[in-house]
């Protein structure tokens, strides 16, 4: 990786706190009780009222704890491999750390923006300068260039644009089609907790969907963004997809009503990014694989 | 300096969707008066109760509808003007360029994530989208290499570092001197009211004053990254001073009224920031040469 040593202490320090901000997400405990709350839009929502998501709504809480998890179960061990593998020359490792970072620059903007304003609100937005500042180091350590010759003329370049086009058609349409065009026709708000507004669609809509959907284009065109920026939306949707789903069943568990669209969609979409990451890493090499072209 | 294509169809569009979220924000009509609320960490506020900030607070109702009038009196005709330089080959051009787009990215992010839901929210998510694309297509069409080449030795390199420097820990000490107080005394900010979190300190924290601060040291370097980030944020520091005097008048005008230390303050220093922004800018493009 060139021009990427500051990483070398960027990294630690994003591993450090991001420990911190999810054990104590997870495990701090105070007494307390969920309570009703009417929203300035007007819901009636149920305060979780304990613990480090006080202000958070019981199911925003859910979903946070969720993440915490799957920060600490996958994205922490993630972060320390992809990283070591990085730094000894892997392009494997390069890929899959730019993808992991990805995880933290979306969890950390979005902790800074859209959660309940607690004592961690520094450390969400220390975490979520860090992570977008060493993404896109990541990102401009790669050697665009000569990038496509590593990946083998095997590599399902339709299939996995296929993917990216098919979770970029799903976001727009539960997000706009099932989220707020139907309020928007009638004149109401929809349902967002007890947010001033709704974060994590400003990020699918303006963030992942066009990425995915440059992404899988340029990977048709077999041009070295369209390769990059694949391998980094894949990881980055089988870690959110691996989050949503465990928001799903914590969500269940905490007796939240879950859409089944979204309960059976996001654990689909994770599979299937599962599986072309497979492919993905498996048709990599950090040695140039196919000629230079002509 | 490589053109880039989408940009013939993205900054049409940013332009369309900063205009449409601009003139609703200003002329939106609903009937409702101002009510007081009570928060859920027990602040009581005001709350703006009509038009389309009709669930955002006097105070932030009044900054955004100054934002939407420096929209269209400033950041409007400067993306227009300087897209057809580009168009025509200029590198200032191409330059004051991504400084408007660093702009509209700013104001559409701040939209998007902190005014409270209204209908025009998928305008402001397409604003943010589009401009962020834009920013980072412009910021990528220059030859880094070729660039420093074209800045002239007499650019004063150390003015302007210095300049950085003290606007990234300016905002630094600002941002914080709202936060730590509260956060040592186990209290919410005062300024929180009943929105989610500290959106703009957080924004300003995570991404523009560490740019700022980095900016700093690649111009004291030479380095052409350097060149290529301060001209975008010297545009955008003249355009936020003009927005925070703005905001000013429009809250007071809205019957918030400040101590006479704080007008001083305030609109003092941000219109010597921002003179100083825009003498340093003229300044800059003055040093550059094809």
């Known amino acids: ?294 | 300096m490589n053109r880039i294509k989408a940009l013939n169809w993205l900054i049409p569009l940013i332009a369309i969707l900063a205009l449409a979220a601009a003139l609703a924000g200003l002329f939106w009509q609903s009937e409702g008066s101002r009510i007081s609320y009570t928060t859920l960490r027990g602040q009581n506020v005001e709350i703006y109760g009509q038009g389309l900030y009709r669930n955002d607070t006097v105070f932030f109702a009044a900054t955004f509808q100054a934002l939407d009038v420096l929209t269209l009196v400033v950041g409007l005709p400067l993306l227009v003007i300087s897209f057809q330089l580009y168009r025509r080959g200029s590198l200032r051009g191409g330059w004051v360029l991504a400084g408007a787009l660093s702009y509209f990215l700013y104001n559409g992010a701040s939209m998007a994530f902190a005014t409270a839901y209204n209908p025009m929210f998928l305008v402001y998510t397409g604003l943010f989208s589009t401009s962020l694309f834009a920013f980072i297509s412009t910021l990528t069409m220059f030859d880094l290499k070729g660039l420093a080449k074209c800045v002239s030795p007499h650019l004063p390199h150390r003015v302007l570092a210095i300049f950085l420097f003290f606007a990234g820990i300016g905002m630094l000490f600002l941002w914080s001197s709202e936060l730590i107080p509260s956060l040592a005394a186990g209290e919410t900010p005062e300024n929180l009211g009943p929105y989610t979190t500290m959106y703009t300190h957080g924004f300003d924290l995570a991404v523009l004053m560490p740019t700022i601060l980095m900016t700093g040291v690649l111009i004291l370097k030479r380095n052409p990254l350097g060149y290529l980030l301060a001209v975008p944020l010297l545009v955008l520091n003249v355009l936020i001073g003009l927005c925070v005097i703005g905001a000013t008048i429009s809250q007071t005008l809205a019957g918030i009224v400040f101590p006479v230390g704080v007008y001083i303050g305030m609109i003092g220093s941000w219109v010597a920031m921002g003179a100083f922004a825009g003498w340093l800018l003229a300044n800059f493009l003055r040093n550059v040469s094809k």
């Not at chain 1, 000894?88 to 992991?100: D, E, P, V």
């Not at chain 1, 139907?182 to 303006?206: A, C, F, K, R, Y």
């Open chain 1, 1 to 294: 990786m060139k021009n990427s040593a500051v990483l070398k202490w960027i990294i630690p320090v994003i591993f450090l706190m991001s420990l911190v901000a999810a054990g104590v997400g997870l495990f701090w405990e105070t007494d307390g009780q969920p309570y009703p709350f009417t929203s300035i839009h007007g819901e009636a929502v149920t305060i979780n009222g304990h613990g480090l998501y006080y202000y958070d709504t019981v199911s925003t809480a859910a979903q946070m704890q969720a993440n915490d998890t799957v920060t600490l179960v996958l994205g922490l061990p993630l972060l320390a491999i992809s990283t070591w593998l990085a730094f000894r020359g892997s392009l494997r490792g390069q890929l899959l750390l730019a993808g992991t970072l990805g995880f933290f620059l979306y969890t950390y903007m979005s902790m800074s923006f859209n959660t309940a304003y607690n004592p961690f609100f520094l450390l969400y937005t220390a975490l979520f300068s860090l992570s977008l500042f060493s993404f896109i180091i990541t990102m401009m350590s790669f050697d665009r260039k000569t990038l496509p010759q590593h990946f083998s003329e095997k590599l399902p370049r339709r299939a996995i644009a296929g993917l990216m086009f098919t979770a970029a058609f799903f976001l727009l349409f539960a997000w706009v089609g099932g989220r707020i065009l139907p309020t928007l026709l009638q004149d109401q708000t929809p349902s967002m907790e007890n947010t001033t507004t709704m974060v994590i669609q400003v990020m699918d809509l303006g963030l992942i969907v066009p990425l995915a959907f440059l992404s899988g284009l340029l990977l048709l065109r077999r041009e070295s963004w369209g390769y990059l920026l694949a391998s980094v939306t894949v990881m980055k949707m089988l870690t959110m997809g691996a989050a949503v789903s465990a928001m799903g069943i914590n969500m269940v568990l905490n007796g939240v009503e879950v859409s089944v669209i979204e309960l059976g969609v996001f654990p689909a979409l994770t599979l299937a990014n599962m599986v072309m990451a497979y492919f993905l890493l498996k048709n990599i090499d950090s040695r140039p694989m196919t000629a230079l072209p002509a």
